[in-house]
């Protein structure tokens, strides 16, 4: 069964570093997002990115983050000056036309010291 | 503002015990509707989803869920719980958008445990 694959699922930084979380969707999804969930909270939402550019982001979704689709496959978020604040763990999610329904990675847990 | 609302925060039942858990939503026009559910260390993984049709439905290990278009609700069901029923269990609301793109809002979960 076609799934999203997350990498890695466990990262460790320092504040102030550069992350990069990766995400493969799965094939013939067209819709892509990024979730998180700070631990023991409620998952939010981050952003969503359909034909290559950004169609909904929250309020936590900063000039920090940002997402690209660089070669067709991979769909990643970078963080780029991490703060405490950002420990967490990110789901990315994909969909097809017209399910509404998402289809989770199992998530890169981020640690930031 | 869209709001996803779970009533209960922590549920404890013994095994073979039945499960209610409520999910009221704000939004007053087309939805669709997911319980997803995340076991301890896991990923989410989706439950059961209406979208139309027979308000009652049925997902995976047993459980269930009625929309009631009047109350607002989508509560998630299960006539006898087991152990591996232990989790943590999400509402999520979408709205049909003209672009297809559905932003999820999230209920703040339910965390069930049973006893064994």
Redesign the interface.
Known sequence: EPEVTQTPSHQVTQMGQEVILRCVPISNHLYFYWYRQILGQKVEFLVSFYNNEISEKSEIFDDQFSVERPDGSNFTLKIRSTKLEDSAMYFCASSGPGTGELFFGEGSRLTVL | AQSVSQHNHHVILSEAASLELGCNYSYGGTV?L?W?VQYPG?????LL?Y?SGDPLVKGIKGFEAEFIKSKFSFNLRKPSVQWSDTAEY?CAV?R?SL???????????TKLIIKP
């Open positions: 669709n997911f997803y896991q990923h989410l993984q989706l989803k979208f999400f979408s049909p672009d297809s793109n559905y932003q999820l809002i999230w209920g703040a979960g």
